[in-house]
């Protein structure tokens, strides 16, 4: 089920419905409570675990001073690689789910996907947002629309994703989805106690109109 950060009353909508004809707004961002069950998590997180990660880097050059996490990517797994493909696969069904919502120019061949670690004491990733809005300014180049935010496994204390909007009705609990447009602003809190794992991806498309 399906619930958006506009739905006053919090109601369910069945995700399965054509929410393009349901909803008239576009919400700050959307979510699944639940998502997935604690068993078919724990497989994600099997296969999580068994990639290598790397240090967090952005597209800027000073990403230590705005976050602290090991990430491994995802992009285009090969078709003999069944794990990870499913980890893709999923990533890129929910946002087109999503996008029944934000009916955004989407280019489905061009979606990203990132598994995240924090695991030390301490890891954390300040505000920033995935994309900003360009408008006709590199008539070539793709944006990234949508993001995506799947909890694995959540840190004992602190580790808390948050957006510049808050996080209403989003429970934070392991199997747990939200999405929302990649320019919203968003955080992840310093780790204090316990690792916090996350599978993140992005979806392009054309420049903004």
């Known amino acids: ?54 240090q967090a880097g952005t597209i800027d050059s000073d990403a230590d ?30 946002i087109q789910q999503a996008n029944k919502i ?10 990203e ?4 670690k924090y695991s030390q004491q301490g890891s954390w990733y300040d505000w920033h947002s995935d ?6 300014q590199h008539t070539k180049s ?3 629309k949508l993001s995506c935010s799947i909890l694995l496994k959540e840190a004992e204390d602190g580790g808390i994703f948050d957006t510049e909007v808050g996080t209403h009705g989003y429970n934070h609990r392991p199997g747990s989805v939200i999405v929302f447009p990649s320019f ?3 955080m992840v809190t310093p780790i204090v106690k316990g690792e916090r794992i996350s599978i993140v991806s992005w979806t392009c498309g054309p420049e903004w109109k």
């Open 184 to 186: 919203l602003k968003h």
């Open 65 to 94: 001073q705005i976050r602290d996490s090991k990430v491994a990517f995802i992009n285009y797994p090969s078709f003999n690689d069944s794990n990870l493909r499913l980890i893709f696969l999923e990533t890129l069904s929910i």
């Open 102 to 111: 934000y009916n955004f120019d989407l280019d489905l061949e061009n979606h």
């Open 142 to 144: 793709s944006q990234r």
């Open 1 to 54: 089920m399906i619930l958006t950060s506009e739905n006053e009353n919090q109601s369910e909508i069945d995700h399965k419905n054509d929410l393009s004809q349901t909803l008239t707004y576009k919400p700050e961002f959307v979510f699944w409570n639940d998502y997935f069950p604690q068993n078919y998590v724990d497989k994600l997180l099997d296969i999580v675990n068994q990639q290598e990660h790397k």
């Open 113 to 116: 996907v990132q598994i995240t």
């Open 131 to 136: 994309a900003h809005i360009l408008f006709k």
